[in-house]
């Protein structure tokens, strides 16, 4: 460094006796706002997800009498012997008329709420790590 360099020439003296806890106060208030802000992405995104899959779950319930997968597993009550009897082709017919898009659309919606229930959880317990109640 040059003879210019101006930290060299800083006493300590001059500095502000409260600056330590105004830097401190000031990087507590950044990791508030973060995790204020992560808190409510999170807890937006579990109200969507459960006011959206309600109509996931009627689309569900819906596709299983549609595509005729009730009436084939019904069968397996209705008439074991039979289904037992043709298990192979029992178990083609279930599996060619099982609603995967509707399955897919509601295990989706319910691995978002889980996801952001787990953040929401995570964050909430570091706010009350930065802001104690009894402080």
Known sequence: MGKNSSYKYLD???LPPDLYERVI???DHIKTKKVKRVLLISRL???????????AVVYLYNSFFQTGFMQS????FYDG??????WQ????SLLETMPVTSFMVCAG??????????????HASYYKQLHPINA
């Open 25 to 27: 106060r000031a990087i």
């Open 73 to 76: 597993f019904l069968l397996l």
């Open 109 to 122: 919606l319910l691995f978002a709420f889980l996801v952001s229930l787990w953040s929401s959880l995570k």
């Open 89 to 92: 082709d029992f178990s083609a």
């Open 12 to 14: 300590a003296r001059e």
């Open 45 to 55: 995104g579990m109200v969507v997800s459960i006011i959206v899959f309600v109509p």
């Open 81 to 86: 012997a039979l289904a037992t009897r043709y």
